[in-house]
Nanobody
């Protein structure tokens, strides 16, 4: 099983920016569809964004389109989430996920169900 570790979370004011990173190990990174999910207090986990193995395809939740950008560097075994124009509603624990068999598109469709590789999460708090 692969290991994933998120970093980059923190406290930021509304309108600010943060960049999350997800470092992967234990699997061949270029063979993995990768994605970001988040879970706010009292709410269910939700899909944020995903990226295909070769970076050609990216998918976003409607709530973050135009504000967040997902990317990956297969040479560094790392995925990123650039978050701009942050809103208090973006406050959540952000998790990275890796899918060995599925596609980046399926990550969004299935909401992360069936994915076995998850990081421990990094907390993002956006103050108003």
């Amino acid at each position: 099983q692969g290991q994933l570790m998120e970093s980059g979370g923190g406290l930021v004011r509304a309108g600010g920016s943060l960049r999350l990173s997800c470092a992967a190990s234990g699997r061949t990174f270029s063979n993995l569809a990768m994605g970001w999910f988040r879970q706010a207090p009292g709410k269910e986990r939700e899909f944020v964004a995903s990226i295909s193995r070769n970076s050609f395809m990216t998918y976003y939740a409607d709530s973050v389109k135009g504000r967040f950008t997902i990317s990956r560097d297969n040479a560094k075994n790392t995925m990123y989430l650039e978050m701009n124009s942050l809103e208090p509603e973006d406050t959540a624990v952000y998790y990275c996920a890796a899918d060995v068999f599925g596609t980046a598109q399926e990550m969004g469709v299935h909401g992360g169900k069936g994915i076995k590789d998850w990081g421990r999460g990094t907390l993002v708090t956006v103050s108003s």
